[in-house]
Each structure stands twice: as C-alpha cells, then as structure tokens.
C-alpha cells in the first residue's frame, strides 16, 4: 500500500459547472480504481478556469450594478475550493458506494502563506479563466481587464501573480484525516495565498501553483507518491515539434537539465516538472509520476506516464 497525493489539473475539471458535474465522473472513477488497490489517497486541483469564471462574473456582475461588490481574489479562491471540491466529494463518494466501499471524504478550505515580499507579485505569469485569440486579449488589456499572455500555443488567458508556497495552514487537520483513512481534497487550486501579518493571516490576489502545493503536501504527509494528472499520457521533449518524443523515466538530474535548455513550458509543463523534483530533493525517498488522468492506475505500475525518480 502506498500513500499517494494525487494533484489534478484545473482544465480536467472543465470551465463550466455543468461540464464539471459530467467530467468529475470520469475523475473520481480514476481517482476510485486507485483506492480500490489499496492506496491512501490524499488529492490536490487545480482551479485556474474556475477561480477565473468566478472572477469575471463577479466583476460584470459589480459593473453592471453598483449594489454588488467586487469580489477580492481570496475569496474567489474559497468559492473555487468549496465547489470543485463539492462535486468531487460527491462523485468520489457514489462511485465508492458503487463498489462497496467504506470511506469518508471530506474537502477542506485551505490556505496556504506566502511571503509578501515574494516578486511573482511583481510580474504575473500563472493562467486563469477561459482561451481568447489575440484580437480578444488585445482588447480586455487595452480595456483594462488584465494582463494577458499566450499560454503554451493554446491561446491567451489572463495571468495573474502565482507567488511560492511555504506553508500549508491546515496541514495537522489534513494528517489526522488521512491517518483516519478518509479520503481529502486538499490545497485545492494551490490554496488560498495569506500572508503573516501581526493582526493574523490576511488574505492576498494571487493563484498559487497546485502541483507545488501538492510536492509540499506530499512531503508533509510523508506521501510515497507524487502524481500529477494532466492532459498528457507523457512529458515530451520538442513538444509540439516534428521531433516530439516522450520520456518514459528520468532521474531528478536529469529533469534539471531538460528544464534548463527550456524544453518544458512555464505556466504548462514546467511548474510540474519543478514540482516533481522539489517533492523528491526535499524527501529523498519514493517517486514523482506525471500522467493522464485516464492511465492514472497503469501508470502508478510503471506501464504509462512518465516517472521521475532521486
């Protein structure tokens, strides 16, 4: 038995909370099948699409009347977590009923602190919301909306500030559950960045990155496994290039040396790549695995995805 974080990406979920519904069912099968063989599961996301949704509507919604406030990106965080994590607790839950499965699962609101003076507040790079062509990032600029940037040969989406986690305010709770067996949903879209202020934590605007939220998480409860589940069954070299090729397995070395020569995209691959390598130099034990959601399971056996390892 493995005790295994399992982060997901925010795309996975879907931009919408009817698509979200539909998509959670596929997830929590995958997420089942793993707990189904024995393992600990403890489960990170992403919310870059929904705490962008949030966002927006939000803002339109004080634009078009002055009696709705705007919402502060803290908040939209919160309301992320709480939904993404509604509709996966309740997916997780009737497809362990399904297969007879005793299990709690339960979502916690988590925030995470953030050093203030951290500089990503400085130069905003991490992607929210939905997709827009040039003409249409070109004009929200220009209107003030945001910054935009191209992300990964996709399209452009709005970017915003992803400062570095240090800590995980929840963390004893997430532990007592988890050795309690019950399934959590945890760090959800990175957590809610707060910084230390002598009146307490004070929430700030900004979407950490969940996959290094998850390599923390993994580390502080002493996880086995670090997987991230993305829209890939492999991580490539020459991505998008006639010369594409998958990696099936490397060494944290390795890894380091791909990224240096920029063969992984930021806001994309990168931060998973980094992610993987600082769970495995910080806990000098067990593996980082990144796959499909669809192959979690075989690639947990080493017969999919790519598996970095010490």
Avoid: W
């Avoid at 998509?23 to 997420?31: C, H, Q």
């Avoid at 589940?229 to 070395?253: F, G, P």
């Amino acid at each position: 038995m493995s005790k295994i974080v399992l982060a997901l990406g925010g795309n996975a979920l879907g931009s919408t909370p009817e698509k979200q519904l539909e998509l959670v069912k596929t997830t929590s099968a995958a997420i089942v099948d793993i707990i189904e063989s024995g393992n600990d599961v403890v489960i990170a996301h992403g919310n870059g699409p929904q705490v962008g949704m949030i966002n927006l509507a939000m803002s339109l919604a004080a634009g078009a009347d002055d009696k709705i406030p705007e919402m502060p990106y803290p908040e939209c965080g919160a309301m992320s977590q709480g939904y993404i994590g509604y509709h996966l607790q309740q997916a997780i839950g009737h497809e362990l009923e399904k297969r007879g499965i005793q299990k709690n699962v339960a979502t916690i609101v988590t925030q995470v602190v953030v050093d203030e003076n951290d500089p990503a507040f400085e130069n905003p790079t991490k992607p929210v919301g939905r997709f827009y062509t040039k003409e249409e990032a070109d004009k929200l600029q220009a209107e003030g909306v945001g910054v935009f940037k191209e992300d990964a040969g996709r399209g452009y989406r709005r970017v915003i500030a992803s400062p570095l986690p240090e800590r995980i305010v929840e963390i004893d709770t997430v532990r007592k559950l988890n050795r309690d067996g019950d399934i959590v949903i945890t760090v959800g879209g990175g957590g809610i960045p707060v910084i230390e202020t002598p009146e307490g934590l004070k929430g700030v605007p900004g979407v950490i990155d969940k996959d290094r939220s998850a390599a923390g998480l993994a580390g502080e409860i002493g996880a086995d496994v670090l997987m991230i589940l993305t829209a890939v069954d492999k991580v490539c070299l020459d991505y998008n290039t006639e010369n594409e090729r998958s990696i099936e397995k490397m060494t944290v070395d390795e890894a380091k040396e791909y990224a240096a020569k920029g063969e992984f995209a930021p806001g994309s691959m990168l931060p998973k790549i980094e992610a993987c390598i600082s769970f495995l130099e910080n806990n000098k034990k067990g593996k980082a695995v990144i796959a499909s959601l669809e192959n979690a399971k075989p690639a947990l056996a080493g017969d999919s995805g790519t598996v970095i390892i010490p």
